[in-house]
C-alpha cells in the first residue's frame, strides 16, 4: 500500500504570497493532520480534517487553513506569508480521528524569504 | 490540556550499547501514546504505540516501551543500538476530549547519537 505522499517536497516563497500545500493519505484512510515543525517550537498541531470537516485546530493563525475532498486528499493554504512560516509541514493520515495511529508523509520544506 | 516531556535533549550511545529514551505525558486519563522516529530530511516514522492491555510494547526495528501509569511514563529502549539507529526520536501522546478527537501532542525530541 502506498504512503503518504506530498507536493511540492520543496518550496521558496516571497514574504507576503500565499501557498497551497497537497496530501494525499494512504488509501483507506479518512482522517488527514498537518504539523508544522521548526527547530525553535517543534512539531506542533495545525488541524485536522476527517470525512471532508475540520475537527480540530491548533493555535495558528487564521492565515493558515486547510480543506479535505471527497477522496480524502488534503490541501492546506498559507496566506500573506511571513518569514517565520518557514518550516517543514508534515501530513499525515490515519485511518480513525484524533488519538489515532498516524503515519507521516515525508514533508513540504517552505522557505520564505 | 495534555503534554510530553523528553528529558534529553541529546544523547549518545556506543554501538551494540542498550538504549533508554525517557518520555513523561500529562494527561487526565489513559493516553494513547507513540514513538516516531526521524531521520534527517524526513518525516516521521511510526515506532510503535500502546492503546491498552499490556503495557510492554514491541516496535519495529528492535524497539520496545514499557507504559507505567504511576510514573506518567513510556520510555523506549532497545538492547543494542546499531549505527542506523541514529535519528532524532519523538514521543507523542494522542487524548480525546469532549467527544472530540484532539490530535497528537509531541515532545520536542531527543538526539540520539551513536558512538562507533
Redesign the interface.
Same mark, same amino acid.
Given at each position: 500500500k502506498a504512503g503518504?505522499t506530498q507536493t511540492p517536497r520543496y518550496l521558496i516563497k516571497t514574504r507576503g504570497q500565499q501557498v497551497t500545500l497537497s496530501c494525499s493519505p494512504i488509501s483507506g484512510h479518512r482522517s488527514v493532520?498537518w504539523?508544522q515543525q521548526t527547530p525553535g517550537q517543534? +512539531?506542533q498541531?495545525l488541524f485536522?480534517y476527517?470525512s471532508e470537516t475540520q475537527?480540530?485546530k /491548533?493555535n495558528f493563525p487564521g492565515r493558515f487553513s486547510g480543506r479535505q475532498f471527497s477522496n480524502s486528499r488534503s490541501e492546506m493554504n498559507v496566506s500573506t506569508l511571513e518569514l517565520g512560516d518557514s518550516a517543514l509541514y +508534515?501530513c499525515?493520515s490515519s485511518p480513525g480521528?484524533?488519538?489515532?495511529?498516524?503515519?507521516? /508523509?515525508?514533508?513540504t520544506r517552505l522557505t520564505v524569504t | 490540556a495534555q503534554s510530553v516531556t523528553q528529558p534529553d535533549i541529546h544523547i549518545t550511545v556506543s554501538e551494540g550499547a542498550s538504549l533508554e529514551l525517557r518520555c513523561n505525558y500529562s494527561y487526565g486519563a489513559t493516553?494513547?501514546l507513540?514513538w516516531?522516529v526521524q531521520s534527517p530530511g524526513?518525516?516521521?516514522?511510526?515506532l510503535l504505540?500502546y492503546f491498552s492491555g499490556d503495557t510492554l510494547v514491541q516496535g519495529i526495528k528492535g524497539f520496545e516501551a514499557e507504559f507505567k501509569r504511576s510514573q506518567s511514563s513510556f520510555n523506549l529502549r532497545k538492547p543494542s543500538v546499531h549505527w542506523s539507529d541514529a535519528a532524532e526520536y519523538?514521543c507523542a501522546v494522542?487524548?480525546?476530549s469532549g467527544g472530540?478527537?484532539?490530535?497528537?501532542?509531541?515532545?520536542?525530541?531527543t538526539h540520539l547519537i551513536i558512538q562507533p
Open positions: 503518504v493532520s504539523y517543534g +512539531l498541531f485536522e476527517f475537527r480540530n /491548533g +508534515l499525515a480521528v484524533g488519538g489515532s495511529e498516524q503515519y507521516f /508523509g515525508p514533508g | 493516553p494513547y507513540f516516531y524526513q518525516g516521521l516514522q511510526l504505540k519523538f494522542g487524548a480525546w472530540g478527537a484532539d490530535g497528537l501532542t509531541f515532545g520536542k525530541g
